[in-house]
């Protein structure tokens, strides 16, 4: 597909003509971290922030609290409302591609659900992504061990690589060529394509080389020592899941107030215990032994298997949220190691 060029002292009036018409939402700096807002005040955007966003596109997605239906009783009749009505359209700007590259899982995990995810795709559906690519990965990160998707990025509309005071934009779908026919893009040299090609090779340099995991991952060890030391260190907190790109699992609650109410869910993880506590007491994972193996069994064992995709995408967000310097990266490493 085409690719143009915008210089960076374009991107903010960009962007300001694209709120014309759908909410822009961008990485801002909050604190000490970025993370993804709404975008008010284009004086506020900031291309340079660090990689990656203290969260990904989960929340984008599947809010951490998500009305499903609110109720109404009068008698023995019940009166639902489902507020499914259709958001007003929105684009994220400074999507990092191990985060786009989490949605071709998410979207199998949702699709793959009886019935399927109708609150997760009408937001997939009303949403436009703009990636770029990193050029300062944090110390974790891992992504170029996971998949290809730094230099061959998938899952988003519009792709931009720093080539100095411009961006290099690739156009990946229809909705990217839209995009780029802008005012404010400019055709491509030769020379933008290579400075495009030569940013891309030297973050990938800095980063792991590719590791066959969804190959090695089929022979786990299911009773490998090294779970019960992770166990010990563990304090069950959540933060590795509630921080993860891929982890999608949630509860469903009620809230009623006399004769009406609402269902919700919120974020939910397997690395608490009464995640898997059933009705009648049983508990299948009623040690942190069974749930730190859970965690790395899913990502890298369970979903190639299920999904032919590996749920991590070396974002390295686990490892540096972790109290206790739990490293996936490392763990699964060990437990190849192991076989
Ligand atoms: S498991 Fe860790 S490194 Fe992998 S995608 Fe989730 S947060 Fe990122
Ligand atoms: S962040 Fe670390 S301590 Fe907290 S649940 Fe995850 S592995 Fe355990």
Redesign the pocket.
């Known amino acids: 597909m085409e690719a143009k060029v915008i210089a960076k002292s374009d991107i903010g009036a960009w962007m300001k003509g694209l709120a014309d018409k759908c909410d822009v939402i961008a990485p801002v700096k909050d604190g000490d971290v970025s993370a993804f807002k709404k975008i008010e005040d284009f004086g506020t955007l900031s291309i340079d922030l660090p990689t990656p966003t203290v969260k990904g596109l989960r929340e984008q997605f599947t809010p951490e609290t998500e009305t499903l239906f609110e109720y109404k009783l009068t008698g023995q009749q019940a009166e639902l409302t489902s507020d499914t009505a259709a958001q007003k359209d929105r684009l994220i700007f400074g999507v990092r591609a191990c985060d786009a590259a ?1 949605l071709k899982y998410t979207d199998a995990v949702n699709a793959n659900c009886e019935p399927k995810d109708a609150l997760y795709f009408a937001k997939r559906k009303q949403t436009t992504l703009v990636g770029v690519c990193c050029t300062t990965p944090a110390w974790s990160c891992f992504c170029t061990e996971i998949g290809d998707f730094l230099a061959n990025p998938i899952m988003m509309d519009l792709y931009l690589t720093d080539i100095g005071d411009k961006y290099y934009a690739e156009a990946l779908t229809p909705k990217g060529e839209t995009l780029i026919g802008a005012s404010q893009f400019q055709a491509a040299t030769d020379a933008d394509k290579q400075a495009a090609e030569s940013a891309k090779q030297k973050v990938i340099a800095a980063l792991p080389s590719p590791i066959d995991h969804a190959e090695k991952g089929k022979d786990f060890d299911w009773d490998d020592p090294m779970f019960t030391k992770l166990a010990e260190k563990c304090l069950a907190c959540g933060a ?1 899941t509630f ?5 999608h699992c949630f509860d469903i609650q009620e809230c009623a107030q006399g004769s009406k109410g609402s269902r919700y869910r919120c974020w939910d993880t397997c690395q608490f215990e009464k995640f898997t506590l059933m009705g009648h007491g049983h508990n299948p994972r009623p040690s942190k032994n069974e749930r730190t193996r859970q965690r790395v069994f899913h ?1 890298f064992k369970y979903s190639p298997e299920r999904y032919g995709i590996l749920g ?8 540096t949220a972790c109290p206790v310097n739990i490293d ?1 990266q490392r763990v699964v490493h060990k437990l190849e190691a192991d076989k």
């Open positions: 989490a590795c921080l993860c790109p891929t982890c990502k991590c995408v070396g974002c390295g967000r686990c490892i996936i």
